[in-house]
């Protein structure tokens, strides 16, 4: 998928239209009615229930339980694994998105424009194929010599690939629009090259940055068709927690699934609201 | 001198981690010529798999595309009570992982829930069949086209429908004949959208699917069975075809893409 996918979470939970509008005076309230209750129910029925019910599942036998589901040796190996794949995933693109972002729209070189467009691919591309595409460079066929397959290093390499675009589109807009101005002034009174990067510009650009570094790490925590295949689902060793609630949904412990899923939802929940309190405190400071 | 330094970087990182895989899969797909690959996608299986996805992504793309307009217009032109709270709802499933998604309809829509239940003494069976696939890559490809459309819709602002109404237009003619034109190509690039997620959705359909093997195995599922039994010629040749839908895809989303 392109940008515009991954980045709705980011958006300000702002109402579309309200507020400023006035209200249409041919909207028939009856209408209305009847096209919310239609969607509240598509989406009750689709998602909103199936959720609940995953979360009360976790807790149905009481929270002793769910604490030991959540902390068997596998399931709590999986679940840090995940976690720290995913904290490190986060800070390597912070770094290399924010370069590519800022290569994309200061530099010039040919071939930009393929570069631009290939940036997207990881969110077009079937999760399962990329990780086949990675398995057959960086497996035990690799004509680099080089075999990921089976080790972390696997795991961390498929999560880089299908989070690249996160950091890269959302620092890329604010880096077009920022005033050059600024940076001609600073250097016109003696900052240095380095100078006017760390005060004038990547103050500008932090909050993109962090957003899509946020987006980045609710999506590997989340992660699951990429680690499939590269990561050969040892437990203790490559198991994400994703693999890791899919191996107990087949060995029909539902329960122990849920309580899984219920720790990761709440992880990227957190995640989320946590980038929503940043993009709020930075618009606050202008 | 840090110019060509931060280039390099960004384009060794690029090279090594997208496109030398993604050219070594399909040098190796295409490298015997394109008779394995023709023929590793007209196997039996294969043209099964091409069809499950393709009735899957459909059903999926057409719930998505009615709810998706439906909820634009009323997040858009429409005031009720918990709209904040239904817009930030909607992003809900992008924050969920594809095992959760398909654990969750389990719960619900299996053989011993009691929806499911209720539904199977009806003869319907939704999990390891293709209703159960279909509510999964619902779940999963859900805010595409809300999302595509919202924006679009805001823009456009609603002096044209307010116009046709007084000249008598009932609300549907209004709405076919002024917002639907007025959307198409944010519509377009939504479902685009969706429907590429919808034929490139792995994980959540590998639960709810059961992975039979010639009954629910979409082209994503085939790709992982051949790989694990080591019949690689055809899981490169099907991971291939969709690369090749996804890039496809890409190509259509940057024409289509609104611009600014």
């Known amino acids: 998928m392109t940008t515009d996918v991954a980045v709705p979470p980011a958006l300000p939970p702002g109402p579309p239209g309200g507020g400023a509008r006035p209200r249409s005076r041919f909207s028939v309230p009856g209408g209305t009615a009847l096209g919310v209750g239609s969607a509240v129910l598509y989406l009750s029925l689709i998602v909103l229930i199936p959720l609940a019910v995953v979360a009360w599942r976790s807790v149905d036998q009481g929270p002793g339980y769910f604490w030991r589901a959540v902390t068997t040796p596998d399931a709590w190996s999986a679940l840090t694994l995940t976690v720290g794949a995913s904290i490190l995933v986060a ?78 589109r959302t620092v890329q807009p604010v880096l077009l629009e920022l005033d050059k ?44 068709g990429s680690t499939v295949l590269i990561s050969g689902n040892l437990p203790f060793k490559t198991q994400v927690a994703a693999v890791n609630i899919f191996s107990q949904i087949e060995g029909d412990n539902t329960t122990g699934a849920a309580a899984i899923s219920t720790v990761l939802l709440v992880v990227a929940l957190v995640a989320l609201v946590s980038l929503d309190l940043l993009q709020r405190w930075g618009s606050r400071r202008g | 001198m840090a110019k060509y330094g931060l280039r390099t970087i960004a384009v060794l990182y690029l090279f090594f981690l997208l496109v030398l895989p993604v050219g ?18 007209t196997s039996a299986s294969a043209v099964h798999a091409f069809q499950v996805t393709l009735t899957v992504a459909l059903w999926a793309v057409a719930a998505n595309t009615v709810f998706g307009v439906g909820t634009a217009v009323l997040l858009v032109r429409h005031r009720f009570p918990g709209k904040r709270l239904l817009n930030a709802l909607i992003d809900l499933p992008m924050a969920v992982s ?73 609300r549907l003619q209004a709405f076919i004949r002024i917002t639907l034109p007025g959307i198409r190509w944010a519509l377009a690039y939504g479902v685009v959208l969706c429907l590429a997620r919808s034929l490139g959705e792995y994980g959540a359909v590998a639960v709810v699917s059961g992975r039979l093997v010639d009954q629910t195995q979409t082209l994503t599922l085939f790709v992982e069975e051949r790989f694990q039994n080591f019949d690689q010629p055809a899981a490169f040749a099907a991971a291939t075809a969709l690369a090749l839908i996804a890039v496809i895809t890409l190509l259509l989303t940057k024409l289509l893409r609104p611009k600014g």
């Open chain 2, 24 to 41: 070594l899969i399909i040098w190796r797909t295409f490298g015997d010529g394109l008779g394995p690959f023709v023929e590793a996608l």
């Open chain 2, 98 to 170: 594809p095992v959760v998604v398909g654990l969750a309809l389990i719960l619900v829509y299996g053989r011993f829930a009691p929806v499911g239940g209720l539904l199977e003494s009806w003869g319907v069976q939704v999990i390891f069949s293709t209703p159960g696939m279909v509510l999964a890559t619902v779940f999963v490809a859900l805010p595409l086209v809300v999302r595509a459309v919202v924006p679009v819709l805001e823009e456009l602002g609603d002096d044209q429908e307010q116009a046709a109404h007084t000249l008598g237009a009932s």
């Open chain 1, 91 to 168: 800070l390597i693109n912070l770094v290399m998105g924010t370069i590519i972002a800022w290569v994309l729209v200061r530099d010039r070189f040919p071939g930009k424009a393929v570069v631009d467009t290939l940036i997207d691919l990881p969110f077009a591309l079937p999760t399962i194929v990329a990780g086949l595409v990675l398995l057959s460079l960086y497996g035990p066929e690799s004509p680099l010599g080089l075999n990921l397959a089976y080790s972390r290093a696997g795991v961390v390499l498929a999560l880089l690939f299908v989070t690249l675009p996160f950091v890269v």
């Open chain 1, 181 to 224: 101005e600024m940076e001609q002034a600073a250097a016109s009174l003696g900052a240095s090259p380095f100078q006017t990067f760390r005060r004038i510009i990547l103050p500008n650009l932090v909050p993109a940055m962090l957003s899509g570094t946020a987006l980045a790490f609710t999506r590997s925590i989340a992660e699951f």
